[in-house]
């Protein structure tokens, strides 16, 4: 039974690019979050997905949109890269009714 | 932002020693979670502790959790070199709300 898996692992982007990182669930998993880490800090949420909807968002600018898709995989995109934008980008999975988040290993994204 | 505090942010022990973190978030929790981050890499749940509850165990952890004091504990016994990594709190805000908060985290190094 495959984890959360991500993609790209790595990537780097210039100012102003546009970029989208895809993940897909563990089995079972209707839910679908995604985190922003930056070097030495705890994951931010960004925004978490149930039903093909946008359930929750934190506190992140429109440039940062998703998606979650019939087999309940998703995709974040973000718009008009910043340097600041640079960091781990985690997505996490969670089964119906449990608040354990299983995580994938993240897409690491740089911004020069 | 930051809701959970983890103290200390770094901790330095010998193998089969004890290791305590502690963690203070600010609002009414649901849940608080800990989680394990080996450098660079997803997050790993250890231990969730419901709002109700005092005290958990799990192997070699124990977590505590005092509601009155807004804070928790995670207690690891017999500490291993493989130990070595970031631990972090989170706390899931009300119910039905999945999203969780983290705290920035307890970097532990176990020397052999």
């Known amino acids: 039974d495959a984890g959360v898996t991500q993609s790209p692992t790595h990537l780097i982007k210039t100012r102003g690019q546009q970029v989208t990182l895809r993940c897909s669930p563990k089995?079972?998993?209707?839910?679908v979050s995604w985190y922003q880490q930056a070097l030495g800090q705890g994951p931010q949420f960004i925004f978490q997905?149930?039903?093909?909807?946008?359930?929750q968002r934190g506190n992140f600018p429109d440039r940062f949109s998703g998606h979650q898709f019939p087999n309940y995989s998703s995709e974040l995109n973000v718009n008009a890269l910043l340097l600041g934008d640079s960091a781990l980008y985690l997505c996490?999975?969670?089964?119906?009714?449990?608040?354990?988040?299983?995580f994938g290993e993240g897409s690491r994204l740089t911004v020069l | 932002s930051q809701q959970g505090e983890e103290d200390p942010q770094a901790l330095s022990i010998q193998e089969g020693e004890n290791a305590t973190m502690n963690c203070s978030y600010k609002?009414?929790?649901?849940?608080l979670q800990w989680y394990r981050q080996n450098s660079g890499r997803g997050l790993v749940h250890l231990i969730l502790?419901?709002?109700?509850?005092r005290e958990k165990h799990s192997g070699r952890l124990r977590v505590t959790l005092d509601t009155s004091k807004k804070s928790s504990s995670l207690l690891i016994t017999a500490s291993r070199a493989a130990d070595t990594a970031s631990y972090f709190c989170?706390?899931?805000?009300?119910?039905?709300?999945?999203?969780?908060?983290f705290g920035s985290g307890t970097r532990l190094q176990v020397q052999p």
């Open positions: 609002t009414s929790i649901n849940n």
């Open positions: 502790i419901r709002s109700n509850e």
């Open positions: 996490a999975s969670s089964p119906p009714n449990t608040g354990e988040l299983f």
């Open positions: 997905y149930y039903e093909e909807e946008e359930r």
């Open positions: 989170a706390t899931e805000e009300g119910t039905g709300r999945r999203a969780l908060t």
């Open positions: 089995s079972g998993h209707d839910t």
